[in-house]
């Protein structure tokens, strides 16, 4: 059964920096694009970040040069480091198989003094 799990999710001061992971299982993980998206409340879910299967990687321009999106394809593991953290960043952070369609659970970035 296909699967993708976030984890790495909290509370941080503004100007912190947090490292989510997302681990897939079920699926062949490299054959595919993956992404990042995010979600506030009372907002669309939106794109973060995204990384094609031979590495090649794009940015909404509210992370750019902030956020960096990698993988580890034999571990199954997407990641998003994200830095300079701002209360803009708060939201629910889901992984994406772009090809298969599937989603994570989601975990929760929350950016607070």
């Known amino acids: 059964q296909e699967r993708l799990v976030e984890s790495g999710g909290g509370l941080v001061h503004p100007g912190g920096s947090l490292k989510l992971s997302c681990t897939a299982s079920g699926f062949n993980f490299s054959w595919y694009t993956m992404a990042w998206y995010r979600q506030c409340p009372g907002n669309q879910r939106e794109l973060v970040a995204i990384?094609?299967?031979?590495?090649?990687?794009n940015y909404s321009d509210s992370v750019k040069g902030r956020f960096t999106i990698s993988r580890d394809n034999a571990n199954a593991t997407l990641y998003l480091q994200m830095n300079s953290l701002t209360p803009d960043d708060t939201a629910v952070y889901y992984c994406?198989?772009?090809?298969?369609?599937?989603w994570g659970q989601g975990t929760q970035v929350t950016v607070s003094s």
């Open positions: 994406k198989n772009v090809g298969l369609g599937y």
């Open positions: 990384i094609s299967r031979n590495l090649h990687t």
